[in-house]
């Protein structure tokens, strides 16, 4: 009874385990195919990746590609009275080995006018540091806002005659504008100091003579004469300031709700919506 038994159990199991299933060396080749199909999967993904990158920088390539057709383009000349249409032009400085791009309108005055500040929509932020202001920040352009440097000006403006034509448009819509001749802005060692000449009839009135001698401040140079603190710091921007009166065209773009001010012109605008400072050589 118990050979029956057993012979019956052994039957059982027999027939359950499948021998080829359960052989050592069939068990491991099932386990190399899945191994290997998942490096195949991660072999794909890694494949698709690679392409998406390399799409991404053949863009990248074709981009760089075209902006240094476009700055090879760019004719260099030392003055906008070498220019001959409204454009941006590369410049060569006295004292600099590579050129810098400047935007010169041919059209108002005569043409020959180089711009050196443009503001019109609060796209660029004018509070800066005082590196900021010296080497210039924005991009150069027509439809771009930009401060175009101070050492650039210097640069300008200690060889040659130069005036300065500053444009506004005020909170009311209205424009007005004021030529200075004679414009120069001093050297670095001297903080960029302001001197001009005279002044031109204009709309806004001739605020700009309360700044004339005065040093460049920004929130990290405080070179105004205002006893209590730091002009820059409390107006924002940077600028020629005498105690913070008369003039900061590169205050804040929306009026500040606590000083009243942005960019500003002392009795014409306490925040102008647009403003242009152009020098032209004489």
Not at 221 to 236: L, V, Y
Request: proline share 2%; net charge negative; aromatic share 12%.
């Amino acid at each position: 009874m118990l050979t029956i038994l057993g012979l019956s159990f052994l039957s059982l199991v027999t027939a359950t385990v499948d021998p080829a299933s359960s052989h050592p060396y069939q068990d491991q080749s099932s386990v190399d195919s899945v191994g290997f199909k998942l490096f195949e999967t991660r072999l794909d993904q890694l494949e698709l990746k690679l392409n998406k990158t390399n799409t991404l920088l053949e863009k990248i390539v074709t981009s760089l590609d075209v902006i240094l057709q476009q700055t090879s383009q760019l004719a260099v000349i030392k003055t906008c009275n070498e220019a001959t249409t409204t454009k941006v032009y590369q410049l060569r400085l006295p004292l600099r080995a590579s050129p810098i791009d400047v935007f010169c309108d041919m059209e108002l005055l005569g043409g020959d006018c180089l711009v050196i500040q443009h503001r019109f929509d609060g796209s660029v932020d004018f509070n800066r540091s005082w590196a900021e202001y010296r080497d210039g920040f924005g991009v150069v352009g027509p439809a771009s806002e930009f401060w175009l440097g101070l050492e650039a000006v210097f640069q300008l403006t200690r060889g040659g005659d130069y005036e300065l034509l500053v444009q506004l448009r005020n909170e009311s819509g209205h424009d007005g504008q004021i030529r200075y001749e004679r414009f120069l802005v001093s050297g670095e060692d001297q903080e960029y100091s302001l001197s001009f000449v005279g002044g031109f009839p204009g709309t806004m009135g001739a605020m700009l003579h309360g700044n004339l001698g005065e040093e460049f401040s920004t929130y990290d140079s405080d070179n105004d004469k205002w006893s209590d603190g730091n002009c820059a710091q409390k107006f924002g921007g940077g600028w020629w300031f005498y105690e913070c009166n008369h003039t900061n065209l590169n205050g804040p773009f929306e009026k500040d709700i606590n000083t009243g001010r942005g960019m500003y012109w002392k009795g014409w605008t306490n925040a102008a919506t647009y403003s242009r400072m152009l020098i032209r050589r004489r």
